[in-house]
């Protein structure tokens, strides 16, 4: 049987992975802008740190994680960032080397999710993550980053979705007197009643963590969720005065955002802001989220860290892509294909390396100034070779032949208007690299 690429997982071919090197370039140009640095950690982490941070009723680590035991440790490939990325900044003491810590990353990460278009086993993330600024101001601005990558791929079709899950996370279970403990108490008193109406998941979760029943993508579960009770009716005053300080911020930034109590998101570790952004004019269903991050105070400290306030966000690379394709039409981009393809025929006598060593060394001599070429020395036929000339879409076909090799000459077509010029053969690469420089279907005398 035929061995195929895992499901959900792709192959990015040359051609395709050109637009995927301009979407990468504008993430990195606009964190850059923004005084993020990036930092690279291991694919693979303790999966401890995935099972604590992301939350042991999420989906991810009930379902989806790719984890594995080697040698005593168990492990997981990573899905996600923001754990690993906080695993280093604890690890690598931060805060004694700066207050405010800027990171970015890009890379590919693993959720058994059930595939369908822009949601991927593998898949690739790029993603910012803030460390040391507890204020309003820096959640505004990492959701203007987002849309200014957005806006440099032509993505302006977009929905920002904001809410406030209030401090507290998840995790401090009955311990946290503040918000989130509240708005449990309140969720548990309005589903506690439905429970039976509930998913089995969600009746599972109940007790534990009922916030993940309103992030539940099974009709029965939102049916009951849209009647919820808002999580901003119960915030603290702190979080109140927080989250307005956020959306005073994106108006004064002229960015437009609704504000969506019911947001929630896949991931327990999140305080306060929480934030999406949506592609709506890209055709990606249900997988429009391009963009999903928010503030995780508590995260450093449970990882051994002194508290330190925390937010990121991270986009999916796949979605960007499609999203931008929608808005401009892109095409695969040919540019690193050759522009010169040197057609090395067969000589019928003499030396049959002969037109060989005359094709090697003219690369040679246009690699050096820089142009891109191919060699083709397979035996054909020249018609053959000039069909081929064409599909690879070069600009140019030098012809090496008998004819050539035997008056030191060589014939360059251009394969645009077809036009044939014979050349001396230490001219050539001069020559060619002259009329390069021209623009594509110039006449051949322009060159000289
Ligand atoms: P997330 O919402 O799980 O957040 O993922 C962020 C983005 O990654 C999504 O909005 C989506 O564009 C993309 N994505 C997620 N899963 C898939 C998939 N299976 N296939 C294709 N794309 C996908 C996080 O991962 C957080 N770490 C974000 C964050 C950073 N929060 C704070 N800092």
């Not at 850059?32 to 999966?47: K, M």
């Not at 999916?316 to 010169?340: M, Q, Y």
């Not at 100034?369 to 060699?375: F, K, L, P, T, W």
Request: contains cysteine; glycine residues 8%; aromatic residues 6%.
């Amino acid at each position: 049987m035929k061995i195929r690429a895992v499901r959900g997982m792709n192959d990015i071919l040359p051609e395709e992975a050109r637009s995927w090197h301009r979407v990468e370039a504008s993430f990195r140009g606009v964190a850059e802008l923004f005084g993020f640095g990036e930092v690279r950690t291991p694919i693979i982490e303790d999966t401890a740190l995935f099972s604590k941070q992301i939350g042991e009723t999420s989906d991810v680590v009930e379902k989806e994680m790719y984890s594995f035991r080697r040698h005593d440790n168990e492990l997981t490939v990573r899905p996600e960032g923001t754990a690993g990325a906080a695993r280093a900044y604890v690890e690598h003491a931060m805060w004694g080397k700066e207050s405010v810590s800027r990171w970015y990353y890009i890379g590919a990460m693993f959720r058994g999710e059930r595939p369908a278009k822009g949601r991927y086993r593998q898949f690739h993330q790029a993603g910012c993550e803030l460390y040391g600024d507890a204020g309003p101001v820096a959640d505004a601005e990492m959701i203007e980053l987002c849309v200014r990558v957005l806006a440099s791929l032509s993505i302006t079709d977009i929905k920002v979705h904001l809410n406030s899950l209030g401090s507290g996370s998840a995790h401090d279970g009955e311990a946290n007197v503040g918000t989130r403990a509240r708005y449990k108490a309140a969720l548990l008193d309005y589903l506690q009643p439905r429970s039976l109406e509930l998913s089995e998941d969600s009746q599972r979760r109940l007790e534990k963590n009922p916030l993940r029943i309103l992030d539940s993508k099974d009709p029965r579960d939102q049916a009951i969720a849209a009647g919820a009770p808002s999580i901003l009716d119960v915030l603290s005053s702190e979080d109140s005065e927080h989250f307005d300080g956020v959306q005073r911020s994106l108006t004064a930034l002229g960015i437009p955002f609704v504000v969506d109590p019911r947001l929630v998101r896949g991931l327990d570790y999140y305080t306060r802001t929480l934030f999406e952004i949506k592609a709506e004019g890209a055709d990606l269903g249900s997988q429009s989220t391009v963009c999903g991050g928010g503030r995780y105070d508590n995260m450093v400290e449970s990882l051994g860290g002194p508290k330190t306030p925390a937010i990121g966000f991270a986009m999916g690379l796949e979605r960007l892509l499609i999203a931008h394709r929608a808005a401009t039409t892109a095409t695969n981009d040919t540019s690193f294909k050759p522009v010169v393809y040197i057609a090395s025929l067969k000589p019928e006598a003499g030396d049959p390396a002969a037109g060989l060593d005359v094709a090697l060394s003219l690369a040679r001599e246009l690699r050096d100034r820089g142009v891109r070429c191919d060699i083709d020395s397979r035996d054909a036929k020249l018609k053959a070779m000039l069909r081929r000339a064409d599909a690879s879409k070069a600009r140019l076909c030098v012809i090496v032949g008998d004819e050539e090799i035997a008056t030191n000459q060589l014939t360059v077509k251009d394969l645009a208007n077809k036009a044939q010029e014979k050349l001396p053969r230490a001219e050539a690469a001069q020559w060619i690299a002259a009329r390069l420089a021209t623009p594509p279907g110039s006449s051949a005398e322009e060159a000289k």
